[in-house]
């Protein structure tokens, strides 16, 4: 089985739920073109619609944004999508909107007392049972802190920049390992006063800033969704281009891996980049793998990808060992049982630890039934397992994977030959 051709890609997630949000502070109207449409970034737009802001056109892939945040009249569920609850939290606690968020039954189990500790230090009001969804936010008059974030996560950071934007003074992050900066990139092209230390480990926003200005973005291509594609592209005899990516180097852990593994891949950055961020193409070719062993500081570039690698790395020679990976354990599943669970039954060698795992390869992996977990990128990364089969992978549930990639199967069944 070999893979051979030119690819384009949905726009990426996290740019995409950011866009919106960002727009929903925005004078005037603001386009979003290229956007993802899973479910999770419809998610971030029933809660945005809910709360009175205008979205029309997106199902011709250019969003018009507009209108004024409002108090919701119902509660805003945010699906799957632990980006649109914790971001939204950030959103709206800073613009004062008293409203109740909740989620789907995989939602209500991830840990919020990471956002709801440092937004009550801010002066919010957040009512919770448990430090769980549902809660109910309120969040008028708030202040910016000094904070030290103890878990690597963007989504944490991003909440508290974006509850910075209405409180009053600075709000100062400091981040014990780099994450995705969508959000500081974002804020820059919007003339927001936000800056970053040399070594960027520190965020520095100075509040309030209700309004922004109306903008226009194209988003690029996701290269969480194009790793998938990636890693098909490592099978033999295969040769893949995947076009107008986003490159932000904190997004390319899992590209940088597979270099390093062996396979040949080459990135080609546009000169021009778009609303700050880097984008090019991606040339995959097949390479003889080696097992790789991951630093902690590695992980968060690499975090949604971790799935994805540990299949590639059955097929690599030697060990590969990923350690300082506990925040898999809170994700959309626990995705160090759902990789552990799924290798195994397919012959992997595999050992679980608390925090990671290790992998000794290269092995003929068989195909077997997929317990999915009802998480998108532990169904997606499966159907990769597949190509390395000779038998075929069922997964327990397909659906999932319209979370983040309703296009996967349709771009697979096209490359497939
Ligand atoms: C995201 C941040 C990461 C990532 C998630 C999207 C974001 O989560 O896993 O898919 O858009 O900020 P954490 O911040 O919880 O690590």
């Given at each position: 089985m070999s893979v051979k051709g030119i690819l384009t890609f949905p726009g990426d997630k996290s740019i995409s739920h950011?866009?919106?949000?960002?727009?929903?502070?925005?004078?005037?109207?603001?386009?979003?073109?290229?956007?993802?449409?899973?479910?999770?970034?419809?998610?971030?737009?029933?809660?945005?619609?809910?709360?009175?802001?205008?979205?029309?056109?997106?199902?011709?892939?250019?969003a018009h944004v507009s209108g004024r945040l409002a108090f919701p009249d119902k509660d805003l569920f945010c699906g799957n999508s632990g980006?649109?609850?914790?971001?939204?939290?950030?959103?709206?606690t800073g613009q004062g909107i008293t409203a109740n968020l909740t989620g789907d039954e995989s939602l209500i189990r991830r840990p919020m007392k990471r956002i709801i500790a440092p937004l009550t230090e801010m002066g919010a009001r957040i009512e919770s049972l448990d430090s769980h969804l549902p809660f109910r936010i309120n969040g008028s008059g708030l202040r910016g802190i000094k904070y030290r974030i103890p878990v690597a996560s963007a989504q944490v950071k991003s909440c508290l920049l974006l509850a910075g934007l209405g409180a009053e003074g600075n709000t100062e992050l400091e981040e014990i390992a780099p994450t995705r900066d969508h959000t500081e990139i974002m804020l820059k092209e919007l003339n927001v006063n936000i800056s970053t230390s040399a070594d960027k480990n520190v965020i520095k926003l100075s509040g309030p800033c209700k309004k922004l200005p109306e903008f226009s973005v194209n988003i690029p291509g996701d290269p969480s969704s194009a790793a998938f594609f990636a890693a098909a592209g490592c099978t033999k005899d295969s040769e893949l281009l995947l076009k107008d990516i986003l490159l932000n180097p904190r997004r390319l852990g899992f590209y940088r891996t597979l270099q390093r593994m062996g396979a040949r891949?080459?990135?080609?950055?546009?000169?021009?980049?778009?609303?700050?961020?880097?984008?090019?193409?991606?040339?995959?070719?097949?390479?003889?793998?080696?097992?790789?062993?991951?630093?902690?500081?590695?992980?968060?570039?690499?975090?949604?990808?971790?799935?994805?690698?540990?299949?590639?790395?059955?097929?690599?020679?030697?060990?590969?060992?990923?350690?300082?990976?506990?925040e898999l354990r809170v994700k959309e599943s626990d995705r160090i049982t759902a990789i552990y669970t799924n290798l195994?039954?397919?012959?992997?060698?595999?050992?679980?630890?608390?925090?990671?795992?290790?992998?000794?390869?290269?092995?003929?992996l068989t195909g077997s039934k997929i317990q999915t977990y009802h998480d998108h990128r532990i169904a997606m990364a499966f159907t990769i397992a597949g190509l390395f089969c000779n038998e075929p992978v069922i997964l327990d549930d397909q659906e999932c994977i319209n979370i983040s990639f309703p296009e996967f199967f349709t771009l697979m069944s096209r490359l497939v030959k």
């Open positions: 950011r866009a919106f949000m960002l727009a929903a502070l925005a004078e005037g109207t603001s386009i979003i073109k290229n956007s993802a449409m899973g479910t999770d970034v419809l998610s971030t737009i029933r809660c945005l619609r809910d709360c009175g802001i205008n979205i029309k056109n997106i199902d011709k892939n250019e980006t649109s609850a914790r971001l939204l939290t950030g959103l709206l891949l080459e990135m080609m950055e546009k000169r021009q980049r778009q609303f700050g961020e880097l984008t090019g193409d991606i040339r995959v070719r097949p390479g003889l793998l080696r097992g790789i062993h991951l630093a902690a500081e590695e992980i968060p570039g690499i975090i949604d990808e971790l799935p994805l690698l540990a299949v590639l790395a059955t097929q690599a020679e030697g060990k590969t060992i990923v350690k300082g990976a506990a195994k039954n397919m012959g992997a060698d595999i050992e679980e630890f608390s925090d990671g795992f290790s992998i000794i390869g290269p092995t003929q």
